[in-house]
């Protein structure tokens, strides 16, 4: 059971990389931003040449429509990365990373219920 | 140089993936806490999960920290009974941490005033309920096959499926109140892991599976570049670039586009904008409903300073969404007294059915309008 079903996540993996190449790739150069997306990003910016704070501001007036922690920690990190890297890759590296750390966590999580012995 | 706005985008997605990122450490924390032959220090644990509920919290909504603890309460509940006061103090704590934040800003009842949004805000519009909701099966459809295959030999009588299904219950109640396709993300996991373990992997299964899921995925990678394709903001941005000399002053008024907003910026614009609450009711180009009047779109222009609207901003200490309200308040109006008296007036979307006076109508495409002041009537 154990070997099989790695072997089932794996697949959800690999579909998983297929799905993020055909949007690299039929996305390319196109950028694009649908509603709100718009606001967290003026919002994130202002946050990386502000610098971080309990709330987030848009047109640099405190704003109260989503928590602050998701903003800081893109502008942060950006910043932190943008001393060593381009910033089209610092700018996006923090959803990547983000994302690799997800599919470690789904994977184990997955594992502990799928393998009988994982869970007490 | 590029400019770092434009290269800002998947905001929401990382939001999602940002606080999804908490709550299944948060999981993983409770799952290990819950083992009988756990060697790890428990208060160690304790504070992980605690604070998985603040950062999943912080991260997007108190309603996604809330789910959160759900989530551990109900899997301790299921495999370790004595561990659920644990949970119950580590989210007591997280409670208090979460409270006590907004007393660090200069604006609590904001904050407070944020909390209570998530869970009684009125988000229930039919026009967009019902495209919500489809996007939302549709997200998790192409896995259909997987579930239908795998499901049928689910052991129910298992305590960690019984957990895995009532997962999805506290989503349930949020995706009838508020079907955003992103929840999507949230139903997946426990849905799939289900289905996990009743698949049997003979190469038919795995070749059938796969080609489903792969043919699932492309459709929508097909059906989100149809979508891309039909963004005007480029086209609009070609078109300022090539007519409007950034000495012009600009009126921005609609829905902010913040690749048209960030242009003007960066390149000199002398501009105002003005937001009115449709924005925040809705925020998508789906919503069909513009509460500012025409007249009041024409006064805006002609009288800007003077536009009698209420909530101008210098009178807010602070912006909120006002969501509930439909009045005709414009909610935003930016300040810059050295453009007041517009050549152009760049109108989006809710606006777009609108006619500017004394102006000509000189670019209109599916979600933006530019009006040109006819000349003879000076500029400011």
């Not at chain 2, 606080?19 to 160690?44: H, P, S, W």
């Amino acid at each position: 059971m154990c070997l099989k079903s790695n072997a089932m996540l794996w697949l959800a993996l690999a579909a998983l990389a297929v799905y993020s190449f055909i949007v690299a790739f039929v996305y390319g150069s196109n950028l694009w931003f649908i509603g709100d997306e718009g606001y967290y990003s003026i919002s994130i910016y202002e946050a990386i040449n502000n610098g971080p704070n309990l709330y987030i501001t848009f047109l640099d007036k405190p704003a109260f429509w989503k928590p602050f922690l998701m903003v800081d920690a893109y502008a942060l990190m950006a910043q932190l990365w943008n001393w060593a890297l381009p910033p089209t890759i610092s700018y996006r590296l923090c959803s990547a990373i983000f994302s690799a750390i997800n599919v470690g966590l789904v994977y184990q999580i997955s594992r502990n219920f799928v393998d009988e012995k994982k869970l007490s | 140089m590029l400019n770092p706005i434009i290269l800002i985008y998947g905001t929401k997605i990382f939001m999602e993936t940002f606080a999804m990122t908490f709550v299944f450490a948060g999981l993983l924390a409770t799952m290990q806490m819950c083992r009988k032959d756990n060697k790890i220090n428990e208060y160690a644990l304790h504070a992980a999960v605690a604070i998985a509920i603040v950062g999943a919290s912080f991260a997007k909504s108190t309603t996604i920290g809330i789910m959160a603890v759900m989530i551990y309460a109900m899997y301790a509940f299921f495999a370790n009974k004595k561990k659920l006061g644990g949970i119950i103090m580590s989210a007591a704590v997280s409670a208090g941490i979460i409270l006590a934040i907004p007393f660090l800003t200069e604006f609590p009842n904001a904050y407070f005033k944020l909390y209570m949004e998530d869970f009684f805000i009125k988000r229930f519009d039919k026009n967009i309920w019902f495209n919500n909701l489809v996007s939302v099966i549709g997200a998790i459809i192409h896995l259909v096959p997987a579930y239908i295959i795998g499901w049928s030999k689910v052991d129910i009588k298992k305590w960690k499926n019984k957990f895995l299904l009532l997962w999805i219950a506290p989503l349930l109640i949020i995706a009838l109140k508020t079907p955003y396709v992103w929840y999507a993300y949230y139903f997946i996991l426990p849905l799939s892991i289900v289905a996990l373990a009743g698949i049997n992997m003979d190469k038919l299964d795995i070749a059938v599976i796969a080609a489903l899921i792969i043919a699932g995925i492309g459709t929508f990678a097909f059906a989100n570049y149809m979508h891309v394709n039909k963004t005007t903001e480029l086209k609009t941005i070609e078109y300022i670039s090539e007519n409007v000399s950034n000495d012009s002053c600009v009126l921005y008024a609609g829905a902010i586009t913040p690749m048209i907003y960030s242009y003007l910026e960066h390149n000199g614009y002398n501009f105002n904008i003005a937001l009115s609450n449709v924005l925040w009711r809705n925020g998508t180009e789906t919503v069909l409903d513009a509460n500012l009047t025409n007249e009041q779109l024409n006064k805006l222009v002609h009288n800007y300073t003077n536009a009698n609207f209420i909530n101008k901003l210098s009178e807010k200490k602070y912006l909120f969404s006002e969501w509930n309200s439909m009045s005709d308040e414009i909610r935003f109006i930016t300040e810059n007294d050295n453009c007041t008296m517009f050549d152009y007036a760049i109108i989006t979307d809710y606006y777009k059915k609108h006619r500017v006076d004394g102006y000509r109508l000189v670019y209109s495409d599916k979600q933006i309008t530019v009006w040109k002041k006819m000349q003879g009537e000076g500029v400011g």
